[in-house]
């Protein structure tokens, strides 16, 4: 490979998520988009605890609001008493009121308890691993707005900071929360990675055998949270998990789509942060991806993103058995033999673009953005 093109691969890899830096987040089965109140109140310049009043512009859905304490930025107000935010609380009902620059009010209604959690939330600046022992007692406490918080905070966290708090989670109650009904079908993910992490023999013990149970379970139903669970055993026995998991879901014919696709975000989690399964050994289990149209094109998106350069006959393969009618795939395997330094990959990419030019083209054209040339 010549030293430009090796340049425009970085590049690539850069470009397109492709590098192995924090493509995914603490818990990448939580599906949390939206900041943390911690965070919301780090990027405010004004904090207040207001009550609402009675006073509401119907027309504009504003309800009026006196000021009863600054939290931050109380200078900024001056002598305003009440300002105007969304209608969202009831009159004498409790709010906090938080605001960027000259942008609009953002409104959190409160009561007393939830003012207490909320003030006493530990600063965003803090590491995150200071921070994250005051959430897990609040991740399933009754009022919402506490729960869906302290859930984005373990969200939104780095994934080594909450490996490093893991000894401290209530692992008997995580076990309850995992097969309770009741939980939000979203949460089951982190609570499924989060019995993963045990250390404590005793607690690993009975963890792995709730992870193994839920694994090997026959179901047709949809698995909320099936993800989290498989990327917890991974986490919690390495290759013996990789096994069963091999065995059960990537070599069954028969196994669920979903249930497949589940696994394909577990070893993505793994290859991203495990240690203890050697690579070559993941990569045969993501080479088994490729066997399933539903898997395929982010199959060969992660061999890509490891250099795993031994499917360049899987990836041609892939191409000319697709109707053309998946540009994903066709992106994906050409992207593979573009970037493959082999000789065999090079010969492929021939191949296909003699037997399928338009379809080969079009699936290089981000290639050729980036000024690749063969």
Request: proline letters at 5%; a negative charge.
């Amino acid at each position: 490979m010549s030293i430009r093109r090796a340049a425009v691969v970085a590049i690539f890899f850069s470009a397109f998520g492709l590098q192995a830096s924090a493509f995914l987040q603490a818990c990448p089965f939580c599906n949390v988009v939206e900041p943390a109140f911690a965070e919301r109140r780090a990027e405010s310049d004004v904090v207040v605890i207001a009550e609402a009043t009675e006073e509401v512009d119907t027309t504009r859905k504003l309800r009026r609001y006196l000021i009863r304490q600054a939290l931050k930025g109380g200078g900024a107000l001056g002598a305003t008493t009440n300002v105007q935010a969304a209608d969202l609380v009831e009159s004498a009902g409790l709010a906090l009121l938080l605001r960027r620059g000259e942008a609009s009010w953002d409104v959190t209604p409160v009561d007393e308890t939830s003012l207490a959690y909320f003030v006493r939330t530990p600063d965003a600046q803090l590491p995150a691993a200071e921070r994250l022992p005051y959430f897990t007692k609040f991740l399933e406490h009754p009022a919402p707005a506490i729960a869906d918080d302290a859930f984005r905070e373990y969200g939104r966290a780095p994934f080594d900071a909450v490996v490093a708090v893991a000894a401290g989670f209530p692992y008997e109650s995580f076990r309850r929360l995992l097969v309770d009904p009741a939980v939000l079908d979203e949460r089951k993910g982190f609570y499924g990675l989060a019995l993963g992490l045990a250390t404590d023999p005793a607690q690993r013990a009975a963890n792995v055998a709730l992870l193994r149970k839920l694994v090997t379970a026959e179901t047709t139903d949809f698995r909320a949270g099936f993800d989290g669970i498989l990327g917890g055993l991974l986490w919690a026995e390495g290759e013996t998990a990789l096994d069963l998991i091999d065995a059960r879901y990537l070599d069954n014919a028969d196994a669920a789509e979903g249930d497949v696709r589940h696994v394909q975000r577990a070893l993505r989690f793994y290859m991203q942060y495990g240690r203890a399964i050697p690579e070559a050994r993941l990569i045969r289990s993501v080479a088994r991806l490729l066997s399933r149209p539903g898997t395929a094109a982010e199959a060969l998106a992660d061999l890509t993103r490891r250099k795993a350069w031994s499917y360049a006959e899987q990836a041609e393969r892939l191409f000319l058995q697709s109707s053309g009618d998946d540009p994903a795939l066709d992106r994906a395997a050409a992207n593979y033999l573009l970037l493959s330094p082999q000789a065999d990959a090079a010969a492929a990419l021939r191949r296909l673009k003699q037997a399928e030019p338009e379809r080969m083209q079009d699936a290089l054209r981000r290639g050729a953005v980036l000024g690749v040339r063969e």
